[in-house]
């Protein structure tokens, strides 16, 4: 009876057993989540394995940094470990949920361990596959695509010593930078931010013909020193933050990088076959890469293929410091790609980050940080061709709301951070502080040339004092209405005096705005002053240093000059540009100059004449991209197609007493040749024919340079007004070669000087008729002029980079060297700033 009631009584506790087992194994189960960061920068770091210390048990970072892992395990610790980071471990709370954030610090890069195994490389077979199946998932494949993009950019002063600190502008605002610890994050490194921004935008693609537009809805922008935020709303669009490493290379910076999926990948990568797991709901390949050489302009950093498409699931790419970059310590870029319903793979978050080194020694560096999310992606339903005309737009109200918080909680794709929501309150402070103000002032007078004052601008500042053989001491100043005064209205004046010459100098014009969406302008300018022939400031408008410069010295071929000049151009269609104008000057030389009114006719020399011309042109750039800013267009440059411009120029006789009547057309072709580890390439050609009998002034005029700098537009080693045709044709020709050739020095690997090359080269010739109208003759005694069968020939070459702003060039002058003052070599420089 007894061992009958000791079976029932364990019968009964069997059930109370298993439930207590149950409940202390639930108790148990240790539940933790997290956010893993660059201890640095406090950006989210994606992919970092996250594993229980002593188990298996792990799992890896999302795109944003967040983790979650379980476990029964009687673990007490969790490790955070990632490439190019130290390794980081956590104590646990057994049992409970709980969440532990990492700060994951950089660790010091260390070269990489070659491994000599016997067979292929088993990353080769699936690069291999990617480059094969590229045209299914590439994006481009696409006829078209559409989606709602939010992008978000964040710069900052970073590097802040205490030497920094004791610096006179920012011991003044010490009380800001006490507070950016808290910034920074536990452990981060203190930062200043000085501007971030949002916007909104729906972007629009098609393939055929290539065609892309960006209707940018919102923005809101904070930042210091940024008053008039249209220029900046057109940068912060995603149009301006893709990479699709499909391409063979990317173009970042203005530096061609080459893709660890090239079609020639063997050629510039190495490769480790690292894991295979799940990323989502696709099981993908982790494979590393590092660039061959390290100067490459080449990344490297961690890719997940998956293992049915062969398609880029997930990057990581990275240059460092090693890479031939002024100034740049680092580039990363993150991106993550999601299929599409006809196959192809679209990004859906990207971020970049830009980390800037100091320029000098106790200084700060800048640390500028980019991030786009994509959504609502619709692919294949291409609008007509007409739609994409204008790159960007901004809506009307783009910035009405930008400081509506909760509106703009509506709008974001992912919500601010406490430290972002930190940032702007920052920015608002800083801007209010006067020395800062004082010292943006001083970098916009430096960058744009004028001093804003209140609706005008007061410059050109480069322009302000000349010295020369004529005027003497020349001074000048202006001003230009800016954007506050009229969107629709530009006014501006200069106004200069010669104390030798005892002669005052003036201009002044009217620009009128009619349309921004299809950029239309008309203006009108007069204009009296002193010139020389050979100077074309038509074609240094741009060039605010040499075309200073060309005011000092001896001007051999100087003359007294009045113009009008009435100008209209519109954007006719997407990448179609027509410009008319009509243009009246007199010449009055102050050289020995004269012409025969009536050629053969010895007693109608003249000395002064008058020209009445209209000029149409038309310009087509496909892929040209445009911003606006302020009361002005801005291009940043054609991409893959060429620049191409005709102009007809008739020369209208009797008009306001004009004495000439001919024709002139004009053809020049501008092409950007990217030649990848070569570097790029950079080709005009150029070539005029002119109908008519006129004195060499008005002829072509090849465009010599005289001055110690180095220009683009130049023949460096031709002189003033040496050369005269009436139909020519020219080939300049650019070559920057970046770390090719010197980088196999290692002194010159070490000071990251790069190699330059130029070949300029002119086919002219000038008419009898042409030539015996002048008297005397445009050439000095013995003097050659170009000849069909004997070219103008120079060649130079150069190293740019030296203290990483100064370029030197030296060229050496092949033909016509019997010409007096032929210089057959040069050496000239240039200031420039290229990363």
């Keep these: 009876m007894q061992h009958g009631n000791k079976v029932l009584s364990l019968h009964r506790l069997i059930p109370v057993f298993l439930f207590f087992v149950a409940n202390v194994a639930f108790a148990q189960q240790t539940v933790i989540r997290g956010k893993i960061t660059d201890a640095f920068t406090g950006d989210p770091i994606p992919f970092v394995n996250v594993v229980f210390v002593g188990t298996s048990i792990g799992t890896t970072t999302d795109f944003d940094g967040k983790y979650e892992l379980k476990t029964t395990s009687l673990t007490d610790s969790l490790q955070a470990s990632y490439i190019g980071y130290k390794s980081r471990t956590r104590v646990i709370k057994k049992g409970v949920e709980q969440t532990i954030n990492f700060q994951l610090e950089e660790e010091v890069t260390r070269l990489r361990d070659v491994v000599v195994l016997a067979g292929e490389n088993p990353a080769f077979p699936i690069l291999r596959n990617v480059v094969k199946n590229k045209n299914q998932n590439d994006k481009r494949k696409l006829i078209a695509y559409e989606l709602d993009s939010y992008s978000k950019i964040e710069i900052d002063i970073d590097k802040i010593t205490d030497k920094f600190r004791e610096k006179k502008i920012v011991s003044r605002i010490t009380q800001v930078l006490d507070s950016i610890e808290r910034i920074a994050g536990e452990d981060g490194k203190p930062i200043l931010p000085i501007f971030i921004s949002e916007s909104v935008s729906k972007v629009y693609y098609r393939t055929n013909p290539e065609l892309k537009f960006e209707n940018i809805k919102e923005t809101k922008i904070s930042g210091v020193g940024f008053e008039d935020g249209s220029l900046m709303a057109q940068l912060v669009g995603s149009s301006f933050q893709e990479y699709n490493f499909y391409k063979n290379w990317l173009n970042i910076l203005d530096k061609d990088f080459v893709s660890p999926i090239a079609d020639g990948w063997r050629a510039y990568y190495d490769y480790d076959l690292m894991d295979s797991l799940y990323v989502g709901n696709d099981f993908c390949y982790r494979i590393d890469f590092y660039p061959k050489s390290p100067q490459a302009l080449a990344f490297t950093g961690v890719m997940w293929i998956t293992k049915n498409e062969f398609a880029l699931k997930q990057i990581e790419a990275t240059i460092g410091k090693q890479a031939n970059l002024n100034f740049i310590e680092k580039i990363k870029i993150q991106q993550e790609l999601e299929k599409s319903e006809e196959g192809a793979w679209l990004p859906v978050k990207n971020r970049v980050l830009i980390d800037v080194g100091e320029v000098r020694d106790q200084w700060a560096g800048l640390l500028a940080k980019f991030y786009t999310s994509n959504r609502n992606i619709i692919v294949n339903q291409p609008r007509e061709p007409k739609f994409y005309e204008r790159p960007i737009v901004l809506d009307e109200g783009y910035i009405l709301n930008q400081n509506d918080e909760d509106h703009w909680n509506t709008l974001r794709h992912d919500p601010l951070t406490e430290t972002e929501k930190n940032v702007y309150r920052m920015i608002d402070t800083l801007q209010n502080i006067p020395v800062v103000r004082t010292y943006i002032d001083i970098v916009k007078i430096f960058i744009n040339g004028y001093k804003s004052v209140g609706k005008i601008d007061v410059g050109p500042y480069l322009s302000l004092m000349a010295f020369n053989n004529i005027e003497g001491i020349r001074v000048q100043s202006g001003f230009r209405t800016n954007y506050h005064f009229s969107k629709k209205w530009v006014f501006g004046a200069q106004l200069g005096y010669g104390f030798r010459d005892e002669r005052i100098k003036y201009s002044a014009f009217i620009q009128h705005i009619m349309d921004r969406k299809n950029w239309t302008t008309a203006s009108i300018r007069v204009r009296s002053d002193l010139g020389r022939v050979g100077i074309d400031d038509e074609n240094l408008a741009d060039d605010y240093l040499l075309l200073a410069a060309s005011r000092f010295g001896i001007f051999r071929r100087g003359y007294y000059f009045n113009e009008t000049r009435i100008n209209f151009q519109r954007q006719l269609v997407k990448g179609f540009s027509q410009r008319v104008a009509f243009k009246y000057s007199t010449f009055n030389p102050v050289f020995d100059f004269g012409y025969y009114a009536n050629p053969g006719d010895i007693s109608s020399l003249q000395q002064n004449f008058q020209t009445a011309e209209v000029i149409f042109e038309s310009r087509f750039a496909r892929d040209e991209l445009f911003i606006q800013y302020d009361n002005e267009r801005i291009s940043l440059g054609a991409q893959k197609w060429p620049i191409i411009t005709v102009r007809y120029t008739k020369g209208l006789n009797g008009i306001g007493g004009?004495?000439?009547?001919?024709?002139?057309?004009?053809?020049?072709?501008?092409?950007?040749?990217?030649?990848?580890?070569?570097?790029?390439?950079?080709?005009?050609?150029?070539?005029?024919?002119?109908?008519?009998?006129?004195?060499?002034?008005?002829?072509?005029?090849?465009?010599?340079?005289?001055?110690?700098?180095?220009?683009?537009?130049?023949?460096?080693?031709?002189?003033?007004?040496?050369?005269?045709?009436?139909?020519?044709?020219?080939?300049?020709?650019?070559?920057?070669?970046?770390?090719?050739?010197?980088?196999?020095?290692?002194?010159?690997?070490?000071?990251?000087?790069?190699?330059?090359?130029?070949?300029?080269?002119?086919?002219?010739?000038?008419?009898?008729?042409?030539?015996?109208?002048?008297?005397?003759?445009?050439?000095?005694?013995?003097?050659?002029?170009?000849?069909?069968?004997?070219?103008?020939?120079?060649?130079?070459?150069?190293?740019?980079?030296?203290?990483?702003?100064?370029r030197v060039d030296f060229v050496h002058r092949l033909s016509y060297l019997e010409n007096d003052r032929a210089r057959n070599f040069g050496v000239l420089f240039t200031a420039q700033f290229k990363l």
Aim: no cysteine; glycine share 8%.
């Design 658 to 806: 004009s004495d000439f009547d001919y024709d002139k057309v004009r053809l020049s072709v501008l092409k950007k040749l990217p030649m990848g580890p070569l570097g790029t390439g950079k080709a005009t050609i150029t070539g005029e024919y002119i109908f008519g009998t006129i004195p060499y002034p008005l002829l072509s005029v090849h465009l010599g340079n005289e001055t110690p700098f180095y220009t683009d537009v130049l023949y460096s080693m031709m002189n003033f007004g040496e050369f005269f045709s009436d139909r020519f044709v020219s080939l300049q020709y650019r070559q920057n070669f970046e770390g090719f050739l010197l980088n196999r020095v290692p002194l010159m690997r070490k000071l990251m000087w790069r190699l330059t090359g130029l070949a300029n080269v002119i086919y002219g010739d000038l008419s009898e008729e042409n030539l015996t109208i002048s008297n005397p003759l445009p050439f000095p005694d013995g003097n050659a002029n170009l000849t069909l069968n004997r070219p103008y020939i120079e060649l130079g070459y150069g190293v740019e980079n030296i203290f990483r702003f100064l």
